[in-house]
């Protein structure tokens, strides 16, 4: 005798099936969906959606430096961790702890906001590059000062370096660890707040 009830239950469960057979999550915990980018000129740089931006843990050991202009291919979130790791000092080249640093940011991330900690940094990251810059002009020697707009990847690259730089600048000699230094600067250049932010404040300077 043939059970039409669960024949129907088995298609059923086809229909819903998703297109992975485990939904990628960053440190399988944060989901990569409804990530969105506010500013479209950064949307090719700040990029989540496509399958290799889309990592369960931020260390591909991918050979970024080949080409140029190939590192915009990294997932935002290891660029974030080599940033982390290459300060020139103690800490330099030591990845798998700059890994568990940021694990540790994304955690303190959502339970200050309650958001996702993947949104709350490509915020972050939107607001923490600065948009105007000056360059010199002039040969000989008079040299002056012309304002110039700034290319989508410097952007991202100066807000990744400027956030590095301020979260390890309050960590030393302080009480406060490195992941909590680092999920301060990343809330509050996520909210452009200029007085808390390193970022945000040296953005303005430039």
Same mark, same amino acid.
Request: hydrophobic residues 20%; aromatic residues 4%.
């Given at each position: 005798m043939? &059970?039409?009830n669960s024949d129907a239950a088995l298609e059923n469960q086809e229909d819903s099936r998703p297109e992975f057979a485990l939904e990628p999550k960053l440190f399988g915990k944060w989901s990569y969906e409804g990530v969105t980018v506010p500013d479209m000129s950064l949307a090719a740089y700040l990029q989540v959606q496509t399958v290799k931006q889309q990592v369960y843990f931020p260390y591909t050991a991918g050979r970024y430096q080949q080409r140029r202009f190939k590192k915009a291919q990294c997932p935002i979130v290891e660029r974030l961790v080599t940033s982390i790791m290459c300060s020139g000092g103690r800490n330099n080249g030591k990845?798998?702890?700059a890994v568990k640093i940021v694990k540790q940011t994304m955690e303190i991330i959502h339970l200050l906001t309650g958001h996702n900690p993947i949104q709350v940094l490509v915020n972050a990251l939107n607001?923490?590059?600065?948009?105007e810059d000056s360059t010199?002009?002039?040969?000989?020697?008079v040299v002056r000062r012309q304002a110039v707009d700034v290319s989508p990847l410097r952007r991202v690259?100066?807000?990744i370096y400027l956030i590095a730089k301020g979260s390890r &600048?309050?960590?030393f000699r302080s009480m406060k660890r490195i992941s909590e230094c680092l999920a301060d600067e990343i809330i509050a250049c996520s909210k452009n707040l200029a007085t808390?932010?390193?970022a945000a404040?040296?953005?303005d300077e430039i």
């Open positions: 043939v &059970d039409h990845k798998q702890m607001n923490g590059g600065a948009r010199r002009i002039g040969s000989g020697g690259n100066q807000a &600048d309050n960590a808390n932010s390193y404040r040296k953005k």
